[in-house]
C-alpha cells in the first residue's frame, strides 16, 4: 500500500476529529435531517467547484444510478441522520468511541456478504487499535453501562451501515474516478435528506446565518463532506473498505489534538500511549501477510 494512501488517512481523521462536535453544536438548533441536508449540500458544491475547475468528467450518463443511490443512502444520508439522532442521546466523545466499531463491522460484513479473505494480521490489529482507544479514552466499565441504550442501538447501526456501504462502494463502482463517486453520494444524499428535512423540519432562516452556526456548517459540510469524502473514496479505492473504515479508530485520536490546540485542553500520558497503541494497531491491520504465511493459515483451517 502506498505512502499516500497512509496520508489520507491521516487527513481524513483530521478533518473528521471535529465532526462530532460539530453535529453536538448544531443540533440545538437543526433537527438530524436538516444537518444531513446542510452538511450534503455543502459538500456536493465544493466537489462541483472542483470537478468543474480541474475538468473532472461527472460521467451523467454513465455513473449506474440505482447502485450509486443505494450506496450512498446506506453509507451517507442514512447513517449521518441515526448520527445526529443519537447525538441527543449521547455525548460527542461516547459518539465517536461508538462509531469506532465500524472497523469491525465493515470486516464481519466483509465476510458474511462479500466473501472477503480476512487474515490473522488484519483481526490482531483490530485488536490492538481497540485496545489502544480504550486506553486513549481512558474508558470504564462505568462510562459504558450508564450510556442510553437506544442512543448506543443506534449509533452501533449507523456503524454497521458504514461497513456495508464501503464494501458496496469498493464493488459497485470500481470503475469511476473518486470525484465522481463523491458527486454522486453527496447529490444522493443532498436530494433525499432535503425531502425528508423539509417535510419534519422547518428550518430557520436567522439559525442559518447566526454567527455561531456557520462556521459548524462550514466545517461539517465543505471539509467534512466536501473534501473528506474525496479522500475516503480514494482510500477505499488505492487501499480497501477495511483500511479505509480504520479512520474511525483516529477520529477520537485527532478530536483530542483539536481540543489541545483550539480548546487548551490537557493532554494526558494515558492520551498520547493510547494513540501511540492505535497507529500501530492501524498499521499492522494494513499489512499483508505473506503467501507463504497465508498458505499456513489455511492448511491450519
Known sequence: MSRLVYVALLMLSLIWGGSFYFIKMLLHDFGPWTIVFLRSSCGLAVVV?????????FGWRTIPWIPMVIMALINTAI???IIGFSETRLSSSMASILNATTPIW??????????????????????IATIGMIVLLGITPGSVTSVDLLGFVCMLSAACCYGFGSQLSKRLLSKY??????FGTLLTS?????????????????????PNNLPMIVGLGVFGSGFAYILYYFIVQKGSPEFA?????????????????????????????????????????????????EAHSLKIR
Open 49 to 57: 467547484l472542483i470537478m468543474l475547475v480541474f475538468k473532472k468528467p
Open 79 to 81: 447513517p449521518w441522520s
Open 106 to 127: 465493515t470486516v464481519v460484513i466483509g465476510i458474511l456478504f462479500f466473501r472477503q479473505v480476512s487474515n490473522r494480521n488484519q483481526w490482531l490489529g483490530l485488536a
Open 177 to 182: 474516478s473518486m470525484y465522481q463517486i463523491t
Open 190 to 210: 443532498s436530494v433525499s435528506s432535503a425531502i425528508i428535512a423539509f417535510t419534519m423540519e422547518p428550518i430557520s432562516f436567522s439559525h442559518l446565518v447566526a
Open 245 to 293: 473504515s480504520m479512520v474511525t479508530y483516529l477520529v477520537p485520536s485527532t478530536a483530542l489534538i483539536w481540543g489541545y490546540a483550539l480548546l487548551n485542553e490537557k493532554i494526558e500520558w494515558n492520551m498520547i500511549i493510547g494513540l501511540l497503541i492505535v497507529l500501530a494497531g492501524v498499521f499492522l491491520a494494513s499489512k499483508k501477510i505473506r503467501p507463504q504465511q
